[in-house]
């Protein structure tokens, strides 16, 4: 009983030491059974040991089983003289029926090398189901995957998770999409996007800024100058929550992060063009910042001298 008490004290430590184990590990099956609540965990401890107890009870009866064959074969000299369960067992399906060394003549084969002679012994039963085991198996396999077709092969296995994969790229590039704001957004010079941007800004732009971008009740976007800054973010930011006072309307509940992007990219493509009749300049010239690099050297540790 004290064994027993103290196997089931081991298994409740180990199990409750598995959440904090399963923190450091990088095991998905350890990390899932961090993720598992209260309830689950005890009722894991609870199979856990219904298992070890039926564990304990068949070495129990094991035991019981040899002990009581052990005090019949005392009264009964010829049940001693029979094979135990065990040693049928092992006969049968392990090691076989082998035959004495005395006997081992009779397995000699006609040729032997530098004196080393072959013995023509049996095939142990365990490597024979085995060996059985294999042919079902490759039979099962060929009818599963080549003639029934009921499995996939590795070409399709490799086709499936192309097609997983494009799911999951594509999940994400919803999700980048999603969450452009003027914090993050970028200049799309590729094709679709400029032309996604031309429609937007065709179909709810022009009335004020004209279809060259030349300007009307709305500023000039193909100069210089801009009320609000030039860059992406600065376009993007207009678009998004509008000027009010100006009549530029907020366009963040009718058009998606991405069509912002897109017609912000296409405004910044019309500057530097001629339009047919330009409004005049507003705001101040914006320059594109150039970045110097954080390791750019200077003159004097190029050893540039002046002329």
């Not at 003289?81 to 084969?109: C, H, T």
């Not at 994969?165 to 969450?179: F, K, Y």
């Not at 000039?220 to 993007?236: K, R």
Request: charged share 20%; glycine share 6%; hydrophobic share 45%.
């Amino acid at each position: 009983m004290k064994m027993f008490r103290y196997l089931m004290l081991a298994v409740m430590g180990l199990l409750s030491g598995i959440p904090a184990f399963a923190q450091e590990s990088e095991i998905p099956f350890v990390q899932n059974l961090a993720k598992l609540d209260s309830s689950e965990i005890t009722l894991l401890i609870i199979m856990a040991v219904v298992l070890l107890i039926i564990v304990v009870l068949m070495i129990v009866m094991i035991y019981l089983v040899s002990f009581l064959r052990k005090v019949l074969s005392l009264d009964n000299p010829e049940l001693a003289a029979e094979p135990s369960w065990w040693e049928q067992f092992n006969e049968r399906y392990i090691s076989g029926k082998m035959k004495p060394v005395s006997e081992e003549k009779d397995l000699m084969m006609s040729h032997s090398y530098d004196g080393i002679v072959e013995l023509d012994n049996f095939m142990p039963p365990w490597l024979k189901y085995l060996f059985y085991a294999t042919i079902v198996f490759g039979v099962v396999y060929v009818l599963n995957y080549s003639v029934l077709g009921i499995g996939k092969t590795q070409i399709e296995e490799y086709e499936q998770e192309l097609y997983l994969a494009s799911l999951e790229a594509e999940a994400r590039q919803a999700l980048a999409v999603s969450t452009i704001d003027e914090t993050n957004v970028q200049f799309d010079a590729s094709g679709p996007s400029i032309t996604a941007g031309k429609a937007i800004y065709d179909n709810n732009c022009v009335a004020c800024h004209a279809i060259d971008g030349g300007g009307g009740v709305g500023p000039n976007l193909t100069d210089e100058y801009w009320i609000h800054g030039g860059s992406i973010e600065d376009i993007f930011r207009v678009v998004k929550y509008g000027v009010i006072e100006k009549g530029m309307i907020p366009w963040e509940d009718q058009l998606s992060p991405e069509e912002m992007q897109q017609v912000s990219s296409y405004i910044l493509t019309l500057v530097g063009t001629t339009p047919a009749n330009p409004k005049a300049p507003q705001g101040d010239r914006y320059e594109q910042k150039i970045e110097e690099p954080i390791d750019a050297l200077t003159e004097d540790e190029l050893g540039v001298e002046e002329a």
